[in-house]
């Protein structure tokens, strides 16, 4: 069956650091690709996604290119602020429509 | 337009006890989901529902969830007895139409507790 795993986290960083999260993935086919953030006292919210090989999602400094060699999907962001702390869940979603999550990554960022 | 909405946020029962949990899709979203992450664990699918038919139950733990949507708007998902293991945030999602190029709208969560 298809499943997502990412790094262990918390990840604590200072502001303005470089922001690497981890994601590979085990699916058929050829799945979709996303990550969802999760703010404090919220629900998930969409930030990036890719849907075929080599594409790469982007918003709000957040990148993440869909590896089909590697079977990864990794977030980045060049440059982190305090109100990015939160939560990242990598997912895949194949040909049904229900999401495969990962663990989620806890990131934590200080001045 | 608002977003997907769930009820309760927070819900603390004990052992052997029901609870019903509420979630009411964005308007015009046939499409609704059920996810719940236990103990700081992934994000598992539960069921799909395409209007008021079950399109995908197989992420459903055993024969003490039941998950309704009556008229294809809100759905409710029951728990009945509650287990200690049941304790978790329980997501509810919509989306407009089907396949994975549809973004799924989340919910805030509830969070159940078993005690």
């Known amino acids: 069956g298809n499943s997502v795993t990412q790094m262990e986290g918390p990840v604590t960083l200072s502001e303005e650091a470089f922001l690497t999260i981890n994601c590979t993935y085990t699916a058929t086919g050829y799945p979709s690709l996303f990550w969802y953030v999760q703010y404090p006292g919220e629900g998930l919210q969409l930030l990036l996604k890719?849907?075929?090989?080599?594409d790469k999602g982007s918003n709000k400094g957040f990148e993440a290119t869909y590896r089909k060699e590697t079977t990864s999907f990794h977030l980045e962001k060049g440059s982190v602020q305090v109100s990015d702390s939160a939560v990242y869940f990598c997912a895949l979603a194949g040909t049904a429509s229900k999401l495969t999550f990962g663990t989620g990554t806890r990131l934590q960022v200080t001045l | 337009e608002a977003g997907v909405t769930q009820f309760p946020s927070h819900s603390v029962i004990e052992k052997g006890q029901t609870v019903t949990l509420r979630c009411d899709p964005i308007?015009?979203?046939?499409?609704l989901y059920w996810y719940r992450r236990v103990m700081g664990k992934e994000i598992k699918f539960l069921l799909h529902f395409v209007k008021e038919s079950k399109q995908d139950e197989s992420g459903m733990p055993n024969n003490r969830f039941l998950a309704e949507r009556t008229g294809g708007t809100y759905s409710t998902l029951k728990v009945q007895p509650a287990e200690l293991e049941d304790s978790g945030v329980y997501f509810c999602a919509s989306s407009e139409g089907q396949g994975p190029y549809n973004e799924q709208f989340f919910g805030p969560g509830t969070r159940l507790t078993v005690l």
């Open positions: 890719a849907t075929k090989a080599d």
């Open positions: 308007s015009g979203h046939d499409n």
